[in-house]
């Protein structure tokens, strides 16, 4: 069958791969590529196994893998086939030279530019998807037309909203998608385009349109305002615990003011994930550049505070257990920075078992989908870690059992048995407040909410 449109993606990590799935699942009538410089990732996209878990993604990618849907780790071939590319490569903080742990990282994304310009030998749109900083899209363009050939290329922004643990669920019903493209007529035709693209499945008052930095900055700011939430309500937390009002009754009484609406206030132990630390501090050092120094201070307290609220939790893990973990069993329910995920990066996770480590405690942890990357993350701290499947294993003889991620799992457990096989007096820090305090109290446990005041038996 002959297909409408070839569409590329360069980069078949946690963005490219679903991304491109659902194009392929929505549109059977494009042929639709993904490619990476990573080989193992594209064999695990062609297995049985995906490299990522997502909630419905097996299901997707079964639908469409080798009918309209590829994983490829030809590049050059895929540029010189493609009429829309898309730019999915990582783009980390940098961690050298100039901007080092503040600013983005675009030596992946150069690369790729410079290679779409080696090897096109036909006109091309170019869609940015990477999250980059304002303005990346001018440097794209200088790239990409600095050649003898004179081939054309439009440069679109498309950044991309989906969270993990709903990807599927947010491609497929997007609360919108920004296109950023120049107003100029082959701009505007170009943003038509990938418009028809997206009607195929979203409705388009959802598919917005705007000039290419508005669309930039808006993916930034938007990282910015979530994170800043979380921040905010983890901020009043820290009071609630001094004054004895309860941050769950607080989110409830601020969230029903329609202006600042119910998402997005559930204290816990710190936001992580591959993008809001990474967005912020972009943002952070952009507004340096540009010399809006009260702005950038502003964001970056949204950072300061998320470490803060980390630090917090260990200082009164110590603090609750007499100032001594030295020896100590302490398990850790979960270790992904969010509930239906496997991924870790970033995760609170990874700095609350540094520290305890620190403390001479010995790890237990637990995690229904990333164990394999927690032993990555903590490679470096050897035997003082076990990583146990069965979270009733898992507990059995600690001290105190910390639950970091809000997986469902945790809710549900047979908490009598678990407290049965812990040493007394047994502790339980709640990092997520979603295990029932007062039932857990009762059974025996000292119990450690965030926000609220402890429940203890001395
Ligand atoms: N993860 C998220 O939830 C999320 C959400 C929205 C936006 N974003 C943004 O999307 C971008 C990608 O993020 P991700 O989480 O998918 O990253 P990722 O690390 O999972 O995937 C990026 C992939 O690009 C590949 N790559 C790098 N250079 C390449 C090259 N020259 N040619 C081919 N492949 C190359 C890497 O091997 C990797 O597999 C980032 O800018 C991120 O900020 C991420």
Redesign the pocket.
């Known amino acids: 069958m002959a297909f409408e449109k070839n569409i590329l993606c360069?980069?078949?990590?946690?963005?490219?791969g679903p991304t491109m799935a659902m194009i392929a699942y929505k549109c059977p009538q494009y042929r639709v590529t993904a490619?990476?410089?990573?080989p193992e990732?594209i064999n695990q996209w062609n297995s049985d196994q995906l490299p990522i878990y997502e909630p419905g993604l097996d299901k997707v990618v079964q639908a469409c893998r080798g009918k309209n849907l590829f994983f490829d780790t030809d590049?050059e071939q895929g540029i010189k086939e493609a009429d829309i590319i898309f730019v999915?490569?990582?783009?980390p903080t940098k961690t050298f030279g100039a901007g080092s742990g503040m600013a983005a990282d675009l030596q992946?994304w150069e690369?790729?530019a410079r290679?779409i310009r080696d090897y096109a030998e036909s006109p091309k749109i170019v869609v940015e998807?990477?999250?980059l900083p304002v303005k990346t899209s001018l440097a794209m363009e200088r790239i990409l037309t600095n050649d003898s050939d004179q081939i054309y290329f439009d440069v679109l922004s498309n950044?991309?909203?989906?969270?993990?643990g709903t990807a599927i669920h947010d491609l497929e019903e997007p609360d919108r998608v920004l296109i950023g493209s120049h107003e100029t007529e082959s701009g505007l035709e170009a943003r038509e385009t990938l418009v028809e693209i997206y009607a195929n499945w979203v409705p388009r008052e959802k598919i917005i349109t705007t000039n290419l930095w508005s669309s930039e900055l808006s993916k930034l700011a938007a990282n910015a305002f979530l994170a800043q939430r979380i921040s905010s309500i983890n901020a009043i937390s820290a009071l609630c615990e001094k004054t004895e009002a309860d941050v769950s009754e607080v989110a409830r009484a601020i969230g029903m003011d329609s202006r600042v609406g119910v998402k997005f206030l559930r204290a816990g132990v710190g936001f992580g994930?591959?993008?809001f630390k990474?967005?912020i501090l972009n943002l952070v050092y952009l507004c340096r550049s540009y010399g809006l120094n009260e702005v950038a201070d502003y964001w970056e307290g949204v950072v300061r505070i998320n470490d803060y609220q980390k630090d917090r939790f260990v200082l009164s893990m110590l603090n609750a257990m007499f100032n001594t973990l030295a020896g100590k069993k302490i398990c850790l329910f979960g270790f992904a920075f969010k509930a239906d995920t496997g991924d870790t990066r970033e995760s609170p996770g990874i700095f609350i078992a540094r520290e305890l480590a620190e403390e001479k405690a010995e790890l237990v942890i637990t995690d229904p989908e990333a164990l394999s990357n927690a032993r990555i993350d903590l490679a470096d701290l050897g035997e003082q870690v076990d990583y146990v499947e069965d979270p009733y294993e898992a507990a059995e003889g600690s001290h105190a059992v910390a639950i970091l991620t809000e997986w469902g799992l945790y809710r549900d457990l047979d908490y009598e048995r678990i407290y049965a096989s812990m040493v007394k007096p047994a502790f339980l820090f709640d990092g997520r407040n979603v295990a029932d305090h007062q039932r857990l109290f009762e059974m025996g446990f000292n119990v450690f909410p965030i926000g609220k005041a402890p429940l203890t038996h001395y």
């Open positions: 360069i980069g078949a990590g946690y963005v490219g490619v990476d410089i990573n990732r590049l999915s490569v990582n783009t992946y690369k790729t290679q998807k990477s999250t950044p991309e909203f989906l969270a993990e994930g591959s993008c990474k967005d």
